[in-house]
């Protein structure tokens, strides 16, 4: 299919991918969209995330005309730094040469926002929105945790999902992270380990009960690091665990995180060690339902662009659960950034254009 890419939404994303800014050095992005918006007469504030996040920006906010009633985000960091950063246009595809990730992940989608938002101020079609750029989405979501919407603002499209426009994420799990702490008593492992408690024996027992992958269709669990022990003749007082839980309820993941707990509580007890732990939900899980107004908006926008509009699950978390959790019905939407994270991170012409045209059409349609 041949599919021209507007030569201006080129060269906004190579000027956006140009920039290295990693989580929680994103300034130079912002000051970026500020002189963008600027241009078109808009005016861009920064919030106070950085205080949460400890960088050198916060999130840049744009209200339009009022700033309305919904907003459309990205993220303005990469987990990997692009410095170095050589494209390559190929046929089809604009991508890196192979030794630095292309940033696309997300400045693909805060170009698809730049770019409509210049092409609707141009033709005199902007309707009531805000923009909002996040930071630290990659790391800790400092960004959208500390986001305080306007009063008007209702709901939000985040333009970050890595599958292709038309694809949108309506349901993702969750995911609780923890840390186990098994205490047990050192004692010489030679002379007297009858005098010893072994927090390895303690924790090994019950790792082979952890229900390790999945667990249905949104539900899986994993133990990622393990480590404790001085010597070999020592009997082991301390281990450490880390691991996360995802699941697509909160009753559920939380319910496998206390049958867990009790489980590694009574091995404890067995042996007479104890146990530490501690949890928190990394990201919630959220559902956005046919009836819910993203869902109806986008299924239009996708409609009025050639697309159909295809809800999809996915296992991995975004701004997109912090803005559900906080009460912003939120979907995320496919921007085609392929392969995120990679070295072989590319964006199709037609998916880098598909996706403006989208931003284009919620920027300017009538409420
Ligand atoms: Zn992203």
Redesign the pocket.
């Known amino acids: 299919m041949e599919c021209k890419l507007d030569a201006r939404l080129q060269q906004i994303f190579l000027e956006l991918t140009s920039i290295d800014a990693v989580s929680s050095q994103e300034l130079p992005v912002a000051e970026y969209i500020r002189d963008f918006v600027g241009k078109l007469g808009l005016e861009a504030h920064m919030d106070d995330a950085a205080k949460l996040s400890g960088g050198n920006a916060g999130n840049v906010i744009v209200p339009i005309l009022g700033g309305g009633e919904f907003f459309l985000a990205a993220?303005m960091d990469t987990p990997r730094s692009t410095a170095g950063l050589k494209h390559r246009f190929l046929a089809d595809r604009i991508t890196s040469d192979g030794t630095t990730p292309l940033g696309v992940?997300?400045r693909g989608?805060v170009s698809e926002i730049l770019y409509a938002v210049e092409k609707a101020a141009k033709a005199g079609t902007l309707q009531p929105a805000t923009l909002l750029f996040s930071v630290c989405?990659?790391t800790t979501m400092a960004g959208s945790l500390s986001y305080k919407p306007a009063p008007g603002i209702r709901y939000g499209f985040v333009f970050?999902s890595f599958m292709r426009p038309g694809n949108f994420v309506q349901a993702t799990c969750g995911m609780i992270q923890f840390t186990f702490h098994v205490k047990g008593k050192s004692a010489h492992a030679g002379i007297a380990p009858e005098n010893g408690v072994n927090a390895i024996r303690i924790a090994g027992e019950a790792i082979s009960r952890f229900p390790f992958g999945w667990r249905g269709n949104m539900a899986n669990a994993n133990i990622g690091v393990v480590c404790g022990g001085t010597g070999t003749n020592v009997v082991c007082d301390d281990v450490f665990l880390k691991g996360e839980i995802r699941s697509a309820t909160r009753e559920e993941g939380e319910a496998c995180l206390n049958s867990i707990l009790a489980d590694f509580r009574q091995t404890c007890e067995k042996y007479g060690g104890t146990l530490e732990a501690d949890w928190e939900w990394d990201f919630r899980p959220y559902e956005i339902l046919e009836d819910d107004i993203p869902y109806k908006r986008f299924a239009k926008a996708a409609a009025a662009c050639g697309l159909e509009a295809v809800p999809q699950p996915t296992m991995g978390g975004?701004d997109a659960n912090t803005y559900n959790h906080t009460g912003l019905k939120a979907i995320n939407l496919g921007v085609g950034?392929q392969n995120?994270h990679g070295n072989d991170e590319f964006i199709l012409y037609e998916d880098l254009q598909k996706a403006s045209d989208i931003a284009y059409y919620l920027l300017t349609e009538k409420l």
Do not use: F, K
């Open positions: 993220h992940d997300d989608g989405e990659e970050d975004s950034a995120p």
